[in-house]
T-cell receptor, first 114, second 115 residues
Framework: AQSVTQPDIHITVSEGASLELRCNYSYGATPYLFWYVQSPGQGLQLLLKYFSGDTLVQGIKGFEAEFKRSQSSFNLRKPSVHWSDAAEYFCAVGSTSGTYKYIFGTGTRLKVLA | NAGVMQNPRHLVRRRGQEARLRCSPMKGHSHVYWYRQLPEEGLKFMVYLQKENIIDESGMPKERFSAEFPKEGPSILRIQQVVRGDSAAYFC?????????????FGEGSRLTVL
């Protein structure tokens, strides 16, 4: 069955430290991959997406993610975290066959220490 | 250019009442999706609609839930006889085409609390 796993429910980092949020997926083919961010009480904002091509994807707010087919992973990274990055981050998978049903992970809640 | 608009942002209902959630897609978008986010969980797909058509409702609970996207006006997600387990954030998303070659644009959600 298709699934997305975000193994870290909570992560705490100090401001200025680097960040990596993990995402593993189970999928029968090469999926479309997304990272969304959700601030408290807000909707979802797309950080970045991978469809094909270069496996290192740059997104907004200084985020990047790397697609590793051999590991079925799409980890999100940021070299230096800002206090405003505190939010919940969701990894999602979409089908390349044209379906619209995104499968979301359960999210990782990021806390940033001043 | 307005994004996906959802209202109400917050809704409180007592058990047994009806809840109606509205969604206006982005301008130029003709495809609407509803997702539900239960507390401490990720979003789960509920239903996909185009104008006047339900394309896929495989994620909808079999009873009490219905959705529509009329020719004129917003899409509506309707929950009849709400129960406490319906308390969740309901997100609407839209896209300009049915093929998943781009992102879904999400609204800010409607948060339903059932007392």
């Amino acid at each position: 069955a298709q699934s997305v796993t975000q193994p870290d429910i909570h992560i705490t980092v100090s401001e200025g430290a680097s960040l990596e949020l993990r995402c593993n997926y189970s999928y029968g083919a090469t999926p479309y991959l997304f990272w969304y961010v959700q601030s408290p009480g807000q909707g979802l904002q797309l950080l970045l997406k991978y469809f094909s091509g270069d496996t290192l994807v740059q997104g907004i707010k200084g985020f990047e993610a790397e697609f590793k087919r051999s590991q079925s992973s799409f980890n999100l990274r940021k070299p230096s975290v800002h206090w405003s990055d505190a939010a919940e981050y969701f990894c999602a998978v979409g089908s390349t066959s044209g379906t619209y049903k995104y499968i979301f992970g359960t999210g990782t809640r990021l806390k940033v220490l001043a | 250019n307005a994004g996906v608009m959802q209202n109400p942002r917050h809704l409180v209902r007592r058990r047994g009442q009806e809840a109606r959630l509205r969604c206006s897609p982005m301008k130029g978008h003709s495809h609407v999706y509803w997702y539900r986010q239960l507390p401490e969980e990720g979003l789960k797909f509920m239903v996909y609609l185009q104008k006047e058509n339900i394309i896929d409702e495989s994620g909808m609970p079999k009873e009490r839930f219905s959705a529509e996207f009329p020719k004129e006006g917003p899409s509506i997600l309707r929950i009849q006889q709400v129960v406490r387990g319906d308390s969740a954030a309901y997100f609407c998303a839209s896209s300009p085409t049915s093929k998943n070659t781009g992102e879904l644009f999400f609204g800010e959600g409607s948060r339903l609390t059932v007392l």
